[in-house]
Every structure is written in C-alpha cells, then in structure tokens.
C-alpha cells in the first residue's frame, strides 16, 4: 500500500514554544490530507482537512490561529502547533488520499507524532 | 448528527473467534471500515464495505453489515496475540461533488487476546 510518512514521531517542547510536524506521502500525490488528533483511550478527533494549494477546513471547536495547515504541495502538508501549552500535549496522526484509491476514498495514515509541551 | 459506537473492550483466548461490534447512526454513509491500531502506532487499515454489501470476506476477517439495524460487526477467525490492538471502526461520507470524504469514527474496540 501507499507510504505516508510523519516527522518527528517524538517532540517535547517548552511551552510557549512553536511545533511543527510535516506528512509526506512517499510514493503517491495525495490532494487531500487529514490532520487527527488522539487523546489517551480516545477516538481520533478529527482537526482539519487540508486539500493542496488551498487553505484547510478547520472542524468546530479547532483554533486555526493555534494550528496552522500548511498544504504546499501534493505530497507534503504540515502542522504547526503555535505557542504550545500542555494540554496540547496529544498523539497527532495525519492521513492522505491517494488519488488511486478510487471510490474506497481509503486513506493511509502516517505513524503519528508524540507531542509532550512542557 | 453522526455517531459510531462501539464496545470499549473485548478479551478472547487464542485460537477463538473474535467478533468486535460497531453501531452507527446515519444511513447515509457510503463505506464503512475496520482500522486496527497497534500500541504507539498509526492505523493500518484493515478491511472495508460498501454500504449496499452486507459480507466481505478476507482471510481470517469476515465483515457482515446489517444497514436495517445500522450495525456493523468484524470478525477475527483463529485469534492470534498478534492480533492484540485497538480496533476502530468508521463510517465515511461524501463532503461534496469534489469526492472530498469526511470519517466518523468510534471510540475504539480494545482487543485482548490471552494465550
């Protein structure tokens, strides 16, 4: 299957301090890709849908001032957590769309990243 | 608004069948899936259905979909401690004409499997 990709898997920052996390898709162009976040024991929650060239759609309740989508190109969108504080300290996990995918609309998802803010 | 629910924990011996159940609330969703989720890991996909199927068989999965009840089941034959992780199930639905989807996903089923 299709290879997407997240860096680091692993962050601890001070808070205060600004996080980003990029996804690569390695081997496809991926138009659309998700950003999820994940509490203990939790469902993933849905953040932001980012499509490529254009801004994301941010879910209700999701401050787009704290976390920025960026979708440069077809194969890597980032998320940057602005002024980190700990309680958004969370396991981020994106995910991308391949176009070959077809009607399934299956999504491959990256490793996720470890957010701890300090 | 939408909704999936499942059973938050299920504990089998190795060697039994493990059926892992998820309810949904809207109707209108197109695919249904199985992700499984490994400790610290990301999902992998594990199988899918179309709304208008009511089994998929794949291997050691059988996936039966009732859309009257809203009820989706996945079932694990021969359940091996491999197989130990969370399993979530989701519900997908067309954002717009552009083919966008938007996922629904359920708390999460954790299985134990005991040797």
């Known amino acids: 299957g299709a290879v997407v990709s997240q860096h680091p898997s692993w962050v601890i920052c001070k808070s205060g301090t600004s996080v980003k996390i990029e996804c690569r898709s390695l081997?496809?162009?991926?138009?659309?890709m998700f950003w999820y976040r994940q509490f203990p024991k939790q469902s993933l929650m849905l953040m932001a849908t980012?499509?490529?060239?254009?801004?994301?759609?941010?879910e209700q309740g999701v401050e787009k001032d704290k976390f920025l989508i960026n979708h440069a190109s077809l194969t890597l969108s980032t998320l940057t957590v602005t002024s980190a504080h700990p309680e958004d300290s969370s396991f981020y996990i994106c995910?991308?769309?391949?176009?070959?995918?077809?009607?399934?609309?299956?999504?491959?998802f990256g490793e996720g990243s470890r957010l701890t803010v300090l | 608004g939408e909704d999936v629910e499942q059973s938050l924990f299920l504990s089998v011996r190795e060697g039994d069948s493990s059926v892992i159940n998820c309810t949904y609330t809207?109707?209108?969703?197109?695919?249904l899936y199985w992700y499984k989720q490994e400790p610290g890991a990301g999902l992998q996909l594990l199988t899918y259905?179309?709304?208008n199927m009511d089994m998929k068989q794949d291997q050691r999965l059988t996936v039966l979909l009732n859309k009257k009840d809203k009820h989706l089941s996945l079932r694990i034959a021969d359940t091996q401690t491999g197989d130990s992780a969370i399993y979530f199930c989701?519900?997908?639905?067309?954002?717009?004409?552009?083919?966008?989807?938007?996922?629904?996903w359920g708390l999460g089923t954790s299985l134990a499997v005991n040797p």
């Open positions: 995910s991308a769309r391949s176009s070959g995918s077809g009607n399934t609309g299956e999504l491959f």
């Open positions: 081997d496809f162009q991926a138009t659309t």
């Open positions: 980012s499509n490529e060239g254009s801004k994301a759609t941010y």
């Open positions: 809207d109707s209108s969703s197109t695919y």
């Open positions: 259905i179309f709304s």
């Open positions: 989701a519900e997908s639905f067309l954002l717009n004409a552009g083919n966008n989807r938007k996922l629904i």
